[in-house]
């Protein structure tokens, strides 16, 4: 599984993350450039990488996912926010109002946030979790155990957590937010049919659980683009 992130200029949004994150440019070409640790071997669950694809709309509204960082002190969280501010990020006001996080967007305004030390993110590498807002996090859960293989470690009230089941890696999280989806997610996870399995049964189980068609203006495609139940845009690969 990995992260597609919609940007007007993929390299240089690909540059300030993995400088962000301590990651590498792992490949770069006209239709993508990714993003992961060095040393990482695809599909481990230790890391989610970044695969940043180019597209001509600039981002209108706030995202409805987002990227949590993790620090591991108080003096690490204001050092990892000057860094990143130095970097390129710049705050943010999604109306968090007095919380002990700090909101930062990247240079193309997808928000993100860099958490004071949490001991559940401990481990977790420098990305804590991949949130998204929803209607209904529990309901939604389940659809996101089939789909990305994740667990559910941990639920309350308008929030699910979910992890792979190595337990390592980032947490998957479902929070609630007031507002609906109005246009397509400029950040959305893919999905791959582990190596031997045809992605024809996954699809077919995925939509019988509640996902629909998407078209994006993907056109004539090897992957499958579908919606999760609350609309949000994903892909399922062929393994490879």
């Not at 200029?9 to 993995?18: Q, V």
């Not at 993508?32 to 970044?50: C, K, M, Q, R």
């Not at 659980?209 to 998407?214: C, F, N, Q, T, V």
Request: glycine share 8%.
């Amino acid at each position: 599984m990995h992260i597609v992130v919609d940007a007007n200029d993929p390299g240089r949004l690909a540059r300030f993350w993995a400088a962000a994150l301590g990651w590498e440019v792992a490949d770069e070409a006209p239709e993508e450039v990714d993003v992961w640790p060095a040393g990482f071997s695809y599909p481990d669950p230790v890391a989610l990488p970044l695969v940043f694809v180019p597209v001509p709309e600039p981002k209108t509204t706030r995202n409805r996912v987002h990227l949590d960082l993790a620090t591991t002190s108080p003096e690490h969280q204001q050092s990892e926010v000057r860094r990143l501010l130095a970097l390129g990020a710049a705050h943010a006001d999604i109306g968090q109002g007095d919380v002990p996080w700090t909101v930062l967007a990247d240079p193309e305004g997808n928000e993100f946030c860099v958490l004071e030390p949490r001991p559940v993110y401990a481990g977790t590498g420098s990305v804590a979790a991949v949130v998204a807002g929803c209607a209904d996090p529990a309901a939604l859960a389940g659809f996101w155990e089939l789909a990305a293989g994740f667990t559910r470690v941990h639920s309350a009230d308008g929030f699910e957590s979910l992890r792979s089941p190595a337990g390592t890696g980032p947490f998957l999280e479902l929070l609630r937010v007031p507002d609906a989806k109005t246009v397509k997610n400029r950040l959305h996870l893919d999905v791959r049919t582990p190596a031997g399995e045809d992605q024809a049964p996954a699809v077919t189980a995925l939509r019988a659980a509640g996902a629909k068609p998407a078209d994006v203006g993907q056109g004539d495609v090897a992957w499958a683009v579908l919606a999760d139940p609350e609309g949000n845009e994903f892909c399922v690969l062929t393994p490879r």
